[in-house]
């Protein structure tokens, strides 16, 4: 019996330990794993904070599944494309909740009042839930507008560009504090100077109330301080070639002139391209994101520039129009400006806001 | 019952112990090599794709192919326009939108004259936002990169769409946009990550936003080798990208060379660089010699074990035999023993046996250590007579009868056969006590067996004195009254040696 036990025991470790052989092989390599997250380390900066790519729609229910709207703007540029990107997550993330939205968003070539004034009136005809508007010009579109909502159209503002106080459309969203951004811009620029030398003030479009109120706020900054003069201002009519030709003949017409500030996406790439061909240390200041201007920043010809979170004025557009659309009027769902941000950033943020805005290979 | 353990069972178990290890050996040995040729196999395979160029162009080959199928799927999008009569603005989205679904098309749009894009969703002034559309009149098939705001890129392929009228608008382009991610996607999906590979612009931007190993990581290119290589290295690096060629570099990091090698994708303006450390060969090769020394660590102890178990099997049977060998040889010792002691014809003790009992009655009585002991002599009469009268065979019957007659009445002494026809009886203890009484029983069956002519034994006995030193001296006394009983016997009519 002893012998059988043994031969059953010697059967059985026999068998573990050929399985046990054969298979301890097996577990292999690992295939190694990277941490993706292991890249270089951001630091605190102006231009993490400048656009808010992350967004997510709130807990509102649309009332239908498909929305129809018409947007219009001042004018074809590549800051309202940036406003586009925004619109068209909120878009996407809506349908991935069933909800079609459809919209058209249409400028001119050229700003223009009365070419904003005919699109309305042709939206007017096309059946749109929410028809929103960047107002070109803050005296005539006003009036567009409350006769439209007098009419019975459901009218929004969006972008930088509110109407007038008191217009009748139904709420804002986008940048409400223009008047302090071109304040913020010339206080820079002063202290940059010493509160001391003479700064021109290049504007967009005449009557563009963004433009007219950043303007008027560099001006009201400027006049503060008793050393400081403004010899020139100027409207480039949203051109870089035209910013860049009202600059040259700025420098020529002032050769001891210390600063521009720039009101407006154009003007500082305009300032930039003539101050850099001419040589000038003027010091600029500038408005926006554009890709241009922001190599002109990183390189040190601009001081800085105020950058506005056109994406999320794209994103939160549309959500509130969805709101608008379904009836809703400001209050708890929605505010009457929903306010968005703008950040000054200056040379050491340029690199970091070219790669997070246009990428390393742009 | 205990089953005994034979030689055939020691052999059997020992061949079949042995051809199990050679079996286990065998199999193990076939095995091991059989999983070293795989595993090698897999490595070699491995290194081999490893072979960056033909990686990169197979990379790049992919990516135009993408670009193709998508240009190809596009003409077909703008044949079914040309025969969709299409009337209004919804029934143009839903259009795209089928024709986006169908043929798997990325942000498909159309563009018409005066730069409107019109999507599924959406409809825009493009002119700001593509680029391909600065262009007055689209002649040909464009690829483009597009670098969104929000550091997304995306491929862009248009083709224009000659005499395409929708809604009473003319159209000059349609475009798809493919997010670059996607294209990594589908490249790192056929890599299985085996290999780092990258999607450079020109300037050397990284498009994919994957790493290149260690050193280059996800940055620009020329940025992150500018001081790793020679200036010539870099200056020929930046060449090749500026004018579209292919070529290869190679950098040292932590004492481990890296190896890029770059091959321009056709009509894109990228580079598809792919790079390979020699650690990751290393790490290969290192992995591999591991797991074989784990297969023969294993097996080598597996045959140890199986060795010693073996071996404690063989020795548990080794010992039972030689245990069984013993008591065996303990059995035959003891019946050879018997055989020397006992008369063969009688089955009664022997003359050698009764020597060895007088050897020791003797050392006793010397040492004074025995006080009842009688010696009993007992004589077959008539035997020779038998045997001359009656044969050998009947002389033998007498003896066994008497030898019978004997042991039945002496049932507590020790019978011998000293001689022929002369038996000694001994005894002690109870057998001394009843001595007198069994002889004179003994003594009345014998005369009265003379009349029926049946055994006739002759007794005289004696019984140990103080003065008797050795046995026979009893022995002789007993014998000295067997004869004078013999004569009486005789008186009576029995048989003797003479008659």
Redesign the interface.
Known sequence: M??KR??F??AA??TV??L???S??SS??E??V?D?SG?DAVTDSSALSA?D?DHELDPYVPQKDHYSFYFTYKI???W???V??G??EA?RQY?DRGI????????A?AASAADQEERLLAAEKGGYDVIGVDVADAEVISKALDQMVDAGYKVMTFSSSDALEGCSRIAYVGNTHNTQDGADLAEALCKKLGYKGKVAILVGSAGAPCHEDRAFGAETAIMAYGDMEIVAKEYDNDSVDTAYELTMQILKDNPDLDGIVCCNMSNPVGAARAVTETGSDVVIVGMD?DKEALHYLKNGVIYCLGVQD??SIGFDTIQVAVKIADGNQPGELFPEKTDETTTIIYQEDAALML???????? | MKKA?TWKTFVITAVAGSI?IML?LVL?TV?ASN?IITTTDDAVSSVSSFYLEAMADNNAEMIVNLINSNFAQMDKAVEFLREEGIGSQEEF?AVIGRIKSLLSLSRFALVDED??VYTQ?????G???HEFLSEEKMEERIVS?V???????QLCLAIPTKDLTIMGKRFKACFVQIDIKDIVDLLAFDDQ?RTYFGL??K?G???SDT?LGPVV????LFDATRDVVSADAWEQLRGDFANERGGSLTFSSADLAETLCYVPVQNTEWEMAVLIRESVIH??IH?ISE??L??SR??I??VL??ML??A??LL??FR?IARDKLEAERETSKVFRSMANTDSMTGVRNKHAYSDAEQALNRRIMENEIRELAVVVCDINGLKHVNDTQGHAAGDKLIMDASAMICECFTHGAVYRIGGDEFVVLLQGKGYDTMNGVIADLNRQVEANISTDDVVISIGYSVLTAEDEQLRDVFARADQMMYERKKELKGMGAKTRQD
């Open positions: 002893t012998i043994l031969s025991l010697f470790v026999l330990l050929v046990t052989a054969c301890g092989s292999g390599q295939t190694a990277e993706s890249g656009v790519f074809v540029h590549p309202w494309d940036a586009a990107l619109m068209e878009q349908l079609a939205v459809t919209y058209e968003y249409m400028a070539e994101h056109c994406f790669e997070l805005l246009y990428g390393d290979a742009s | 353990i199990l286990i193990s095995w999983r989205r730069n409107i969703y959406t409809t825009y002034t002119g700001s936002r990169t670098y969104l705001y929000g550091s997304s890129k990550g450079y612009a300037n931007g990284n498009l790493e990581e996800a940055q620009n790490d290969q992995g797991d074989n784990a297969i294993r097996l102890v597996l074990v199986v178990l073996f404690a099997i548990l049977q039972k």
